[in-house]
């Protein structure tokens, strides 16, 4: 027999928590983070009897613009249905979501790979509904409060979702990590959601398969609890093996729910429920038809900003900048703001490029700060790359600039005075004084030198060094070169 | 169509409703009635029609996104049938999704 | 005349011009609710405290002159599945027997602007599910013309409460007829408005799509009054109309009925009726004919032959779900429990009565897998077809009238082991409600036995001022309600 080859089939359903002020049905703020259990909660959120919900008008905005940049179709009449399953953190025993009709349907987006080639994904759907609250093991100070007991803090519950469903096209556990990246990448762009994974704003499930090269095709499985792109991409691959495996040994594959055990590394059955889901799916009677007025949607397009691969491409085109450094800018909108703002100041787009891509990008990395919060405006550096640019100050003193002004958020005159780097800074006779000097107290390197033993010129290169040490970079090192040179020949 | 003890005793695990056999036998003869009964809709003539006619004049209103504190917290918690601190309090749930 | 006797409009009037206080008027329907619930058992809580307080801030108001709201010091009762803050709701099931809401329902904040002055809380079928109010969990509520009937449900404790003079008000709801039928058997007007006027906000769902709050009152100046202070848009209810409301006391100036259509159903004329129902009916028509009305016969065919099963089956299925979030985790009921499941089920199981649980599962039947298109979609569709029966119907009639229900009320006990037979006490209302149309019941007299008949108005969508016309109309001709003695002279 033939060696069997297994292709995977992979389709996600992400969770996308859309960043409004308050919750999809009612007025309770979605500021849950680090707020007291059952604040943020009212009558409708808790499903006290007699309570309806309303539906807030800038989860429909953000469900729509998110749909629009993945290239779907928006549906203007929909509606909303209950989804009736019981459980301790679904306060009405249904779930208010949408079914037969979802808001949005048939999209894609391009994701790009790490070679450098580019494959199309298909958005099956996109949805609005609310979101449970949460389940909690242990009391507020961490401590286990009896092993019989669960607690249940409803400020997440209503909280609006996005459940934007994928086609099947994803082919390898990388390709799902670069999908959901680009995805986390779009929602931030959008401003529709701040798509953090840790803080659950962002959560994926991944239905499995694999095709066998003879033919044979495996049942799905469903995996949950994939709370990082790490424990997504570890899952996936995971879970190609097992099912491969299984296949191999001519064995069937339960069609289930699985859980990563991040811990383990490998995903595992959920117990089985005593009875299948019969989710008894009806419209949602509290609620009429989801009517999107004339024109809104044109509306909505109209406020999509530059999308993360147009902006690359642009980049590209108007800057000059290669692709590596054109994707690394246009990554976060607020980073590519700052970029273009450097530029727009009358720096030259690629000295610009290298400095955010290294100076900026390290400090934001040592600080561990937002680039919306960088203690440098967009400005000032681009007036330390001018000063680069014209010779006015070395690099290596523009480096010590600017990490001073990062360090301490002072103004560039500030940095340039604690820092004692002067415009124009050591020139002509002054230089050959200093120049003068070291090579007075370097005698027997000068005499290697003269005597023809620096081949290579690393002695020279050493006396330079020395130099621009003693100069603290504030030097053009052309003029010290040269210098060097013409006094080494006397 | 008809009831099997087996329906009514799915239904009610379903509707999260404990029954006991008596209740089992007892509802049976109502449901079977009742169902006999529902059938009679299957007389009608309803080629053509849409069920869900999704109308422009029933549209929902829309809520304009503030927060709004509600303010019930402490009455909700109060009436909690079983409150450890701001939470509600049920059965040890093993997590299972 | 006994304080409690008068209209609310009367109290206003009197408070207004200072010839009684509102603590007097309060305290007066205080005492004979106090006399009669002994033999009637209508109210379940009794608001003395708060009331009172309520009443005395409109007397102080009317001290210091200020302008007094609509229904200044008019004391009234509401169905207990409304909610009331602090004040216990109990829908009449064990499941809320300790909740106290911490949210009034817009009609209830509504009536407090309007100044009038909250008596207590009445009887009904648990969770509204019923028609005759015996399925409570405290007990049944009497018929206070003949003790031992039923007032008829689900809003009995409301209907008699009004019936028996212990307020000229009070609220009910109206999923398949629970306002109409029992404002007929207790021989009162109810009004079931359109679908949308009035905000359901803090009303404990039965089923969503057709329940709708109303007035009962023993005149059809209160029930405008009331229909005033009660139907404003709430944005926190999104079926409930933005449109503009009339002032409807406006609307009880007719003086004929010249120029008006009112429709009989062809179907119902081969209907089983009882022989004394048939005769008001026959001689309401007949005052409308006086009234100078035109008579048109109409056919309505899916309504009469199928809007029961189509009824119940959208009734039962979204009652279903409504009545899942009582599950024992956050308020009401809750038993001990090993597990979750545990939890769910015992609480349901000791929370529910017996008539609430066969509704239950019969709605989760007809939406689970595999039934949902033969019940609840097929039902759906009916629904359509009956809205456009109307609607046709309505081409060339202005009201429609017929019985309110088959029966004035039967007697206790009768019908509570037979649930088919007493849905079909609902088949002349709940057709209403599939329509989502406003409907006005009224007192058409008496049987020989002393028990009242009632025949109701249908009109059209919005068409509450018609209604309300009409029935001023025959309220000129025979008078307002009669207060009935609940078995005291």
Request: charged content about 25%; some cysteine; overall charge negative.
């Amino acid at each position: 027999m033939a060696d069997l080859t297994f292709k995977p089939v992979i389709g996600l359903e992400i969770h996308v928590q859309l960043a409004t002020k308050s919750k999809l049905f009612c007025s309770c703020s979605t500021d849950y983070i680090g707020v007291a259990p059952n604040t943020n909660v009212c009558p409708a959120c808790l499903g006290l009897p007699g309570s309806l919900p309303a539906l807030n008008a800038k989860a429909v905005e953000y469900g729509v613009k998110a749909a629009l940049a993945l290239n779907c179709t928006i549906n203007t009449a929909t509606r909303f249905h209950r989804k009736n399953y019981f459980y301790a953190d679904l306060p009405k025993a249904y779930q208010i979501s949408q079914y037969d009709l979802p808001i949005a349907e048939k999209g894609y987006v391009d994701v790009s790979t790490e070679e450098g080639g580019s494959y199309r994904i298909g958005i099956t759907r996109l949805h609005l509904e609310e979101d449970a609250g949460k389940l909690v093991h242990e009391a507020s100070d961490g401590r286990l409060v009896g092993a019989d007991q669960s607690f249940v803090d409803y400020n997440r519950g209503g909280i609006p979702l996005a459940e934007i469903v994928s086609e099947p096209d994803i082919r390898s556990a990388a390709e799902a990590k670069e999908y959901v990246t680009r995805l986390r990448q779009l929602v931030r762009y959008l401003g529709v959601s701040d798509g953090d994974m840790e803080k659950g704003s962002l959560r994926v499930d991944a239905n499995i398969s694999v095709k066998c090269s003879d033919g044979r095709w495996g049942n799905r499985a469903e995996i949950k609890n994939l709370n990082s792109l790490r424990a997504l991409e570890r899952a996936l691959e995971y879970e190609i093996k097992r099912q491969s495996q299984l296949l191999a040994e001519g064995e069937e594959i339960t069609q289930e729910t699985r859980h990563w055990d991040d811990v383990e590394g490998v995903t595992r059955a959920t117990r089985s429920k005593e009875e299948a889901h019969d989710y008894r799916y009806f419209p949602e009677p509290d609620l009429p038809p989801l009517i999107l007025p004339e024109g809104y949607v044109e509306k909505v397009r109209n406020t999509l900003p530059e999308l993360p691969w147009q902006k690359m491409e642009r980049f590209m085109s108007s800057y000059e900048l290669n692709e590596t450094d054109a994707m690394i800018l246009s990554e976060h909108m607020a980073l590519a703001d700052f970029y273009e703002a450097c530029v727009e100041a009358g720096a030259s787009p690629l000295r610009a490029s290298n400095w955010v891509r290294t100076e900026v990008l390290r400090v934001m990395n040592e600080q561990k700060i937002d680039i919306t919060e960088f203690p440098v405006d967009a400005a000032a550096l681009a007036q330390l790359i001018a000063k680069v640019d014209d010779n006015k100050i070395s690099t290596t003193a523009a480096r010590e600039v600017f990490d001073t002004m990062a360090a301490k958020k002072v103004s560039l005159e500030e940095a340039m005075k604690i820092c004692g780097v002067e415009e124009g800074g050591i020139s002509g006779s002054d230089l050959e004084k200093m120049i003068r000097n070291i090579l007075e107290n370097n005698t027997d390197v000068v005499e290697t030198i003269k005597s023809g033993q620096d081949k290579k010129g690393k002695k020279q290169k050493f006396l330079q060094g020395l130099i621009m040490k003693e100069a603290r970079g504030q030097t053009d090192p052309r003029e010290a070169a040269s210098l060097l040179a013409k006094l080494l020949e006397e | 169509m008809a009831v099997s003890a087996d329906d009514i005793r799915h239904v009610a695990a379903l509707a999260r409703l404990e029954i006991t056999e008596d209740e089992v036998q007892a509802m049976h003869q109502h449901f079977e009635e009742i169902m006999t009964y529902f059938n009679r809709l299957n007389e009608l003539d309803l080629e053509g029609i849409d069920a869900f006619a999704l109308k422009v004049e029933e549209n929902i209103p829309w809520r304009e996104d503030r927060a709004i504190d509600s303010s019930v917290r402490e009455d909700v918690l109060a009436e909690a049938p079983h409150r450890y601190e701001d939470f509600f309090r049920v059965p040890r749930i093993v997590e299972e999704e | 005349m006994k304080l409690y006797e008068l209209s609310a409009a009367q109290i206003t009037r009197g408070i207004h011009e200072g010839k009684f206080s509102a603590s007097e008027v309060f305290l007066s329907c205080l005492a004979r609710a106090e006399v009669l619930e002994p033999q009637i058992s209508a109210m379940l809580t009794i608001t003395e405290e708060s009331g009172m307080a309520q009443a005395k801030a409109v007397d102080e108001a009317v001290a210091s002159g200020k302008k007094l709201p609509p229904l200044a010091g008019v004391p009234f009762v509401v169905k207990d599945n409304m909610c009331t803050k602090g004040i216990p709701t109990t829908c009449a099931s064990k499941m809320l027997m300790q909740w106290k809401p911490p949210y009034n329902a817009t009609v209830i904040e509504l009536l407090a602007e309007a100044g009038a002055v909250l008596m207590g809380k009445t009887n009904l079928d648990e969770f509204a599910m019923g028609g005759t109010t015996e399925h409570s969990v405290y007990g049944a509520t009497s018929n206070p013309w003949k003790l031992d009937c039923v007032p008829g449900g689900s809003s009995g404790g409301s209907a008699a409460s009004v019936s028996a003079g212990y307020v000229p008000f009070s609220l009910g709801s109206d999923t398949g007829g629970s306002i109409r039928q029992p404002a007929a058997f207790c021989g009162i007007y109810g009004f079931k408005p359109t679908y949308g006027l009035v905000s359901r906000r803090g009303l404990a769902a039965f089923a969503s799509s057709l329940d709708q709050i109303g007035p009962f009152a023993r005149t059809v100046e209160d029930l405008a009054l009331v229909l005033n202070a009660i139907s404003q848009k709430d944005e926190l209810d999104s079926t409930c109309s933005c449109r503009p409301r009339p002032d409807y006391t406006k609307a009880l100036n007719a003086e004929s009925l010249k120029g008006r259509r009112v429709g009989v159903i062809k179907e119902i004329q081969e209907y089983a009726i009882d022989p004394e129902v048939r005769k008001a009916f026959d001689q309401t028509l007949k005052f409308c004919e006086r009234q100078g009305a035109e008579i048109v016969e109409i056919t309505l065919p899916t309504m009469v032959e199928y809007g029961l099963p189509c009824y119940y089956i959208l009734a039962l299925a979204e009652a279903s779900s409504n009545l899942a979030r009582f599950d024992g985790v956050r308020y009401g009921l809750s038993t001990d429990a090993e597990s979750l499941l545990d939890l769910y089920t015992k609480t349901r199981a000791q929370g529910f009565g017996l008539e609430v649980k066969r509704r239950i599962l019969v709605g989760t039947y007809v939406l689970s897998s595999g039934y949902y298109d033969a019940y609840y979609l097929v039902a759906q569709k009916a629904r359509q077809l009956i809205k456009q029966e109307f609607v046709k119907a309505f081409g060339s009639v202005d009201t429609i009238l017929l019985p309110t229900a088959p029966s004035p009320a039967f007697k206790k006990g009768e019908l509570i082991n037979d649930p088919i037979q007493m849905y079909m006490a609902d088949i002349f209302t709940l057709p209403v409600n599939l329509a989502g149309l406003p409907a006005l019941s009224l007192n058409a007299g008496f049987s020989a036995d002393g028990r009242p008949l009632g025949v109701q108005f249908i009109g059209q969508w919005w068409d509450e001022e018609g209604l309300l016309s009409t029935a001023s109309l025959h309220e000129k001709t025979f008078g307002c309600a009669p207060i009935a003695q609940g078995g005291v002279r």
